[in-house]
């Protein structure tokens, strides 16, 4: 039996930590196949359902949900899909009615910060499982060079740096 609560969270988190499209496709697969609400063929015919219809990738989530849990399930995954841009415009105003405000740089070079905290961390991590040796850091060295010059696009640095990493390793 599906309960109505952790289906609605289990939308919601995979519609707040993608991007878009099909970005949040891997974290439904997983939760609602993890829990039997969802069969490999719902999937298939959602997504296939999401290509033909007119509008956004993003919608073929409200067929999944009608898919795996009828009309309700639609409704939750449209509420879903709904709140976090809703949530931006919001913060949006928000910060459009304080930014003159004297403490507001303050806080949001806090928030930098912290940001560049996490992703420090969250680098030292992947670097430090993954088994790096001095290759692996020249790549990333080079690579933290042409992001720094600003003069190469970025997605030229990941396809270079997946080719170099690709011809040493393979």
């Not at 015919?45 to 990738?57: A, K, T, V």
Request: aromatic letters at 14%; charged letters at 10%.
């Amino acid at each position: 039996m599906i309960d109505p609560f952790t289906y609605f969270i289990l939308f919601l988190k995979a519609t707040v930590f993608s991007s878009g499209g099909f970005s949040n496709l891997p974290s439904l697969h997983q939760d609602l196949t993890a829990n039997h609400w969802a069969k490999e063929t719902d999937f298939g015919e959602s997504l296939s359902i999401g290509q033909i219809s007119p509008g956004p990738n993003g919608l073929w989530v409200i067929c999944l949900g009608y898919l795996t849990y009828g009309f309700l399930g639609a409704l939750l995954a449209l509420i879903s899909l709904t709140i976090p841009p809703f949530f931006v415009l919001v913060v949006a105003n928000v910060y459009g009615r304080i930014e003159k405000q004297a403490w507001v740089p303050g806080l949001m070079r806090g928030i930098s910060l912290a940001v560049i905290g996490t992703f420090l961390t969250v680098f030292w991590t992947i670097s430090s499982r993954s088994g790096s040796d001095w290759r692996s850091w020249l790549i990333c060295a080079i690579a933290f060079g042409l992001v720094f010059s600003r003069r190469v696009n970025i997605l030229l640095i990941l396809v270079m740096a997946a080719i170099a990493g690709y011809l040493i390793y393979r």
